[in-house]
């Protein structure tokens, strides 16, 4: 039975709330690092880490130190004036990721809105597309967000459903084939949006070579190439982005997410000035945007990203996990098809004619391991990148208690038997 105190926020959620999100039944009251507790007192693993908004881990003592100062002196403005907080935050970032010029936003959906209209401007301004002509190459099962102008090139048709007409100028492509960008190319073409990494459609890698061959064509046929690192950037993938996974630079980088230390919504659009500069006054804008409590929280994540070495550790923690992860697999049998990621960000592809991973993730939650589950058939394990080996084991151990309780509740095909072996002891 569902506690008193449990059951009465989420009834009020629910009889006030709009109905477009199905939450994990936990409510969360209080958090420090990788842990949670809910309003029982109830401890969890955070596995999740807010879809990489948490890499710092929740309330990083040196971030909410930063937030305090600035909290003392001055929060909002608009962009009407200069601050003191806005020019160093934007000096860190360029410097770290390698670029001109930065755009502060406020979520991932406002930057990858901003690198559109950026795209579409720098191919009428510089390369001579027709005004309202400029096409944007995006890939099949893509997730930038939920705004009207993304959903309406996304490929998922739930995304989709009731809410068009939706913008044109967007072709796809598959992700992973350079020949299916190639077809999809016009002589309208501006850009190519990609996510380095496809997390919504299921935590999806690109077969190895297909970013420098996409980097190569770009350059060729003189194409912009827009990386989505939203939930991949700094250092979710154990690189501080992922693209150098591939040993490529991008001519745009949309970050957010992380960039807010867990604290507050902070996004930025970057690229070289080339790009960049087809913004004048007045082209775009937001009142929250590079605001001066959020470029001084987002100045001091960059800042402990590289004191805390969190890349590394993700790296490290990483390959930790997906081995442990991967142990699991082969004692699974066929519950569990495959297991897949970089860094701290795998995902586990549950066979549906076995288990249900929203199931599975509803049981882990009764067990104190906090995840969620992406196209009914992927659960997905994205902890902070302060996570320790112990922690790890934890949460890996519960996992493989929850799919053993599932596998011996269930008739599995016998053409397919579960292995031999303790779940636990992978």
Not at 20 to 45: H, K, M
Not at 207 to 233: A, H, I, Y
Not at 372 to 388: C, G, Y
Request: a neutral charge; one cysteine or more; charged letters at 20%.
């Amino acid at each position: 039975m569902t506690p008193s105190r449990t059951r009465s926020f989420i009834e009020q959620e629910a009889r006030f709330g709009a109905r477009n999100y199905r939450p994990v039944p936990v409510v969360v009251d209080r958090a420090l690092d990788c842990l949670v507790w809910d309003v029982e007192g109830r401890e969890y693993i955070d596995m999740m880490s807010a879809y990489s908004a948490v890499s710092h881990g929740h309330l990083h003592p040196r971030l909410v130190a930063a937030a305090h100062r600035q909290l003392a002196r001055v929060a909002v403005t608009s962009r009407a004036y200069h601050g003191t907080t806005l020019g160093p935050f934007l000096e860190q970032l360029c410097a770290l990721a390698g670029f001109e010029r930065a755009l502060p936003m406020n979520t991932g959906a406002e930057a990858v809105e901003t690198a559109i209209k950026c795209a579409r401007r720098w191919g009428h301004r510089v390369k001579g597309i027709a005004d309202g002509q400029a096409e944007i190459l995006v890939a099949r099962q893509n997730f930038h967000g939920r705004t009207s102008t993304i959903v309406g090139f996304s490929s998922e048709p739930d995304y989709r459903a009731g809410f068009g007409p939706f913008a044109p100028g967007f072709r796809h492509f598959d992700f992973g084939a350079i020949a299916s960008v190639r077809e999809a190319t016009s002589a309208n073409t501006c850009a190519v949006l990609v996510e380095p990494i496809q997390g919504e459609a299921g935590v999806i890698l690109p077969p190895p070579g297909f970013f420098r061959e996409l980097r190569d064509w770009c350059s060729q046929n003189r194409v912009l190439l827009v990386m989505d690192e939203v939930q991949s950037g700094l250092g979710r993938t154990g690189k501080l982005f992922a693209f150098e996974h591939e040993g490529i630079r991008p001519d745009a980088l949309i970050l957010g997410k992380a960039l807010g230390g867990g604290l507050l919504p902070v996004s930025a659009f970057l690229a070289d000035a080339a790009v960049m500069d087809v913004f004048d006054p007045g082209s775009h804008g937001s009142t929250f945007g590079g605001n001066a409590l959020a470029a001084a929280v987002a100045l001091e994540a960059l800042l402990v990203l590289q004191d805390e070495r969190l890349v590394a550790r993700s790296a490290e923690m990483g390959d930790y996990l997906i081995a442990r992860l991967r142990a699991v697999q082969r004692l699974a049998g066929p519950v569990i098809r495959d297991v897949r990621g970089r860094g701290l960000w795998v995902g586990v592809d549950i066979d549906p004619a076995h288990a249900s991973a929203r199931e599975l993730v509803e049981r882990l939650a009764e067990n104190g391991v906090l995840s969620k589950e992406t196209h009914q058939t992927v659960i997905r394990f994205a902890p902070p990148l302060t996570i320790s080996t112990a922690l790890i084991d934890r949460a890996v151990d519960t996992f493989a208690r929850v799919v053993r309780a599932r596998m011996a509740s269930a008739t599995l095909n016998p053409k397919a038997p579960v292995a031999s072996g303790s779940l636990e002891a992978a």
